[in-house]
Nanobody, 124 residues
Framework: QVQLVESGGGLVQAGGSLRLSCVASGRSFSSYCMGWFRQAPGQEREFVAALSRSGGITSYSDSVKGRFTISRDNAKNTVYLQMNSLKPEDTAVYYC?????????????????WGQGTQVTVSS
C-alpha cells in the first residue's frame, strides 16, 4: 500500500509556472513507477507524464512535452511536476499516481494508487 498527497496547485496567468509535489507514504517509494495525470471538467482523465523507479526514464504527452518536467527524490519519497509556459488548456485537476508496472506506464488502469488531486487553473 502507498498513500499519495499532492500539493502546489493554484491560479496562475498564462505563461507562468507552477511546481506540483506528491509525497508518498507506506511501502518503499522507490518500488513504484510514478505518473501525473489530469482531468478537466467533462473530460476523461489523461496522461501527462511518467517516471521510472530510478528516475532515469521519463515519458510525456505531446501536449506538455518541452514545457513540463517530471522528477523524483527517492530520499524524500516525493515526485514533482515542474510546469512552465502554462496555457489555459492546462487547467485541470492534477493527480499523482503510483504503479507497480513497466517503465513508464501511460494508461490509467496501469496505476493502482492515486492521490486526491490538486487544482491548477491558468487564466488567459
Amino acid at each position: 500500500q502507498v498513500q499519495l498527497v499532492e500539493s502546489g496547485g493554484g491560479l496562475v496567468q498564462a505563461g507562468g509556472s507552477l511546481r506540483l509535489s506528491c509525497v508518498a507514504s507506506g511501502r518503499s517509494f522507490s518500488s513504484y513507477c510514478m505518473g501525473w495525470f489530469r482531468q478537466a471538467p467533462g473530460q476523461e482523465r489523461e496522461f501527462v507524464a511518467a517516471l521510472s523507479r530510478s528516475g532515469g526514464i521519463t515519458s510525456y504527452s505531446d501536449s506538455v512535452k518541452g514545457r513540463f518536467t517530471i522528477s523524483r527524490d527517492n530520499a524524500k519519497n516525493t515526485v514533482y511536476l515542474q510546469m512552465n509556459s502554462l496555457k489555459p488548456e492546462d487547467t485541470a485537476v492534477y493527480y499523482c499516481a503510483a504503479a507497480v508496472a513497466r517503465l513508464t506506464p501511460q494508461k490509467v488502469y496501469e496505476y493502482g494508487y492515486w492521490g486526491q488531486g490538486t487544482q491548477v487553473t491558468v487564466s488567459s
